[in-house]
């Protein structure tokens, strides 16, 4: 254990919870429809779904609550906010929201101005690629092929590949492309870093064909960390001034601050220096989100968070955070299971197409061993594959991801070494009788996000 790094706070408060028994499991299971995002949460024994608004927050943030000003416009959390958002980013604008997807549908509409103009990331998350759809646009991913090479190390595998994204452009044409999107970490690859060398080139790329960029930092501070890991020039900055000059190279930065801002609820829109970007931005967050001031949050969760975004740039809590995340990754290794190597910033990610392959892509394998994960232990996680990656807007064939995932999200500041331990433990056995699972279909899909509420029986 010495070679992880201890948590750098004590507990103050707990929360009990509990195993219900295996036949209980398979029962809850099935009444959910085989999706366990329809399990209610007192059924679960250790919950790494999500890394959203699921961590604990400090006792300042609990202290910091106590002064919030719940005036409807103009508050004066807002505007301590305000001051925090600026000063990690530089930039001049800032607009608060209820989280990330409330930011996103503010803001992409925006950037896509007709009907079937691309937008490309190094991947799109989930609600990212649903809202450029919903505005009209085309989601392109343009990851390195070092993030499709699970087995071998890569510093940076959250990086773009630059050919194809220079060859994406000269194809579609700069004046259709709305925007790029750089997510850090990127999530879909397993929570991997991007480098700055990287940024840059885009950000050159971007420049010369005059497309802005939009960065995804839900955890940018967990990729600066990497950057100061692992990118030579940067092992003597600060988190924050790498943060810094991380959003230089950018435009607009959306946040679901329920990650990387350590609160339960709150997103952030910020926007470099185009004043006409923001005067539409906030026209739009008032029938979407509420007063520009507040954004569908309240004051108390302004003072929270902006206590927050500065707590997760302590060097200490975030050697921590990503020590427990490699902790389950190396006992996952060392017991058989394949995973994204090395491990991201926040989840570790399963490749379920090695532990099930005899299940089709269309038949989900990564749900299969989810679903086979909870009635082992009672452990819930999380489809990152071709459920999620749902179907082609124009033809409405399920697409094949390139990974079949499992994602363990860990929650910030909530399960100790040992909980991870026994997830560790249970996944192993999953992983030794996978070659027996069967896959699943669909009793319900809904059109869009259609891995929140599918409802599934397994297939004969």
């Known amino acids: 254990m010495s070679q992880y790094q201890l948590p750098p706070y004590k507990i103050k408060m707990v929360e009990p919870i509990k195993l219900i028994s295996k036949s209980q499991r398979i029962n809850k299971l099935k009444e959910a429809g085989y999706?366990?995002?329809?399990?209610?949460?007192?059924?679960?024994?250790?919950?790494?779904?999500?890394?959203?608004?699921?961590?604990?927050?400090?006792?300042?943030?609990?202290?910091?609550?106590?002064?919030?000003?719940?005036?409807?416009?103009?508050?004066?959390?807002?505007?301590?906010?305000?001051?925090?958002?600026k000063d990690i980013t530089g930039y001049k604008y800032v607009i608060p929201a209820h989280q990330g997807r409330g930011a996103e549908q503010v803001v992409l509409p925006a950037l896509i101005k007709r009907e079937g103009m691309s937008v490309i990331s190094n991947i799109h998350f989930d609600t990212t690629r649903a809202h450029v759809e919903i505005a009209g646009g085309r989601a392109i991913d343009c990851a390195c092929e070092e993030c499709f090479d699970l087995d071998n190390y890569h510093p940076f595998k959250g990086n773009f590949d630059l050919d194809k994204l220079k060859t994406i452009i000269q194809e579609k044409g700069k004046e259709n492309i709305a925007a790029i999107i750089m997510t850090i970490t990127n999530n879909s690859a397993g929570g991997q870093p991007v480098s700055l060398e990287n940024m840059r080139a885009v950000n050159h790329i971007a420049r010369e064909n005059n497309i802005p960029i939009v960065i995804d930092g839900a955890r940018y501070a967990e990729n600066s960390f990497y950057i100061k890991q692992r990118e030579a020039g940067y092992e003597n900055k600060s988190i924050k001034a790498i943060a810094l000059e991380t959003f230089a190279l950018a435009d607009i930065f959306l946040m679901s601050a329920k990650k990387d801002g350590l609160v339960n609820i709150g997103g952030l829109i910020a926007i470099k220096d185009d004043l006409e970007l923001f005067q539409q931005a906030?026209?739009?967050?008032?029938?979407?989100?509420?007063?520009?001031?507040?954004?569908?949050?309240?004051?108390?969760?302004?003072?929270?968070?902006?206590?927050?975004?500065?707590?997760?740039?302590?060097?200490?809590?975030?050697?921590?955070?990503?020590?427990?995340?490699?902790?389950?990754?190396d006992l996952l290794r060392e017991g058989g299971v394949p995973i994204q190597y090395p491990t991201g910033?926040?989840?570790?990610?399963?490749?379920?197409?090695?532990?099930?392959?005899?299940?089709?892509?269309?038949?989900?394998?990564?749900?299969?061993?989810?679903?086979?994960?909870?009635?082992?232990?009672?452990?819930?996680?999380?489809?990152?594959?071709?459920?999620?990656?749902?179907?082609?807007?124009?033809?409405?064939?399920?697409?094949?991801?390139?990974?079949e995932f499992l994602r363990l999200t860990i929650p910030r500041r909530t399960y100790?070494?040992?909980?991870?331990?026994?997830?560790?433990?249970c996944l192993i056995k999953v992983n030794n009788r996978g070659k027996k699972l069967k896959g699943l279909k669909f009793t319900y899909e809904s059109p869009i996000l259609r891995h929140f509420t599918a409802e599934f029986e397994p297939c004969e």
Not at 64 to 76: I, P, T, V
Not at 288 to 307: K, N, S, V
């Open 35 to 85: 999706n366990p995002f329809r399990l209610k949460s007192e059924d679960v024994f250790i919950d790494l779904l999500t890394d959203s608004g699921t961590g604990a927050m400090s006792h300042f943030q609990w202290a910091a609550l106590m002064q919030g000003d719940e005036a409807y416009a103009g508050s004066r959390s807002f505007y301590r906010l305000e001051n925090v958002v």
């Open 282 to 329: 906030r026209v739009r967050v008032i029938p979407m989100e509420g007063f520009p001031t507040y954004g569908g949050l309240t004051g108390r969760d302004m003072d929270a968070l902006a206590i927050g975004l500065e707590e997760a740039l302590d060097e200490d809590y975030l050697k921590y955070r990503i020590d427990e995340v490699k902790y389950l990754g």
């Open 345 to 403: 910033g926040h989840a570790v990610f399963v490749d379920c197409g090695r532990i099930a392959p005899q299940i089709p892509f269309d038949e989900f394998p990564a749900q299969a061993v989810c679903n086979e994960l909870y009635i082992e232990g009672g452990i819930r996680g999380v489809e990152i594959g071709s459920l999620l990656l749902g179907r082609d807007p124009d033809t409405k064939e399920n697409l094949k991801a390139d990974k």
């Open 416 to 425: 100790t070494f040992e909980h991870l331990k026994y997830v560790a433990e």
